[in-house]
C-alpha cells in the first residue's frame, strides 16, 4: 500500500522492523506513529517518518533501534531517505516510486493503479475533495 511523500522522508521496510529493532513493529509505532508527529505514516508494508528538510533526520536514531546504515557509503539496505526536490539520496531494492507515493515491490495491482489514478488528479481535484473531508494524500 502506498505512501505519500512529504517533503523529507525515511522510509522503512516493515520487513527489516520485525527483524532487527528492539521491539518490534509494536515498538516502532509506539515511538514514531503518534499523534505529535502527524505526518508520519504506515501501511501494509513502510513505515515512513516525514520532516520538512533532511538534515533533520537523526541516523543515529534508527542505528539505536536495530537499523544499519554504512557511513563509509552513506547508505542502507534498511531504509532510504526522500527529499521532494531531489528523489532518493540512494536507492533500495524492496522500494518504488513516482515522485508523489512510495510503494513497497510487494504492493497489489489494484494499489499501484490507484497510485496512478490519484497521481494523476489536478490540484483543483485534490482541493475539491479536501474540501469534502477526503484526504487522498495520505497512506491507503
Not at 509506539?30 to 533526520?57: C, T
Not at 496512478?116 to 494524500?137: A, M, P, Q, V, Y
Request: charged share 25%.
Amino acid at each position: 500500500m502506498p505512501i505519500y511523500l512529504h517533503p523529507a522522508n525515511y522510509i522503512i521496510n516493515k520487513a527489516t522492523i520485525s527483524k532487527k529493532c528492539k521491539g518490534g513493529i509494536d515498538g516502532f509505532r509506539e515511538k514514531f506513529i503518534i499523534p505529535e508527529e502527524p505526518y508520519n505514516q504506515e501501511d501494509r508494508n513502510l513505515f515512513s517518518i516525514s520532516r520538512w528538510n533532511v538534515d533533520e533526520f537523526d541516523i543515529d536514531e534508527l542505528t539505536a533501534i536495530g537499523l544499519e546504515y554504512n557511513s563509509a557509503e552513506e547508505s542502507s539496505n534498511d531504509f532510504a531517505i526522500f527529499q521532494r526536490y531531489f528523489g532518493f539520496i540512494w536507492s533500495v531494492p524492496w522500494l518504488e516510486e513516482n515522485q508523489v507515493f512510495a510503494w513497497h515491490i510487494d504492493s497489489n495491482e489494484v494499489e499501484r493503479k490507484e497510485v496512478e489514478r490519484i497521481s494523476n488528479l489536478t490540484f483543483d481535484e485534490i482541493g475539491s475533495l479536501h474540501g469534502k473531508g477526503i484526504n487522498i494524500l495520505s497512506a491507503f
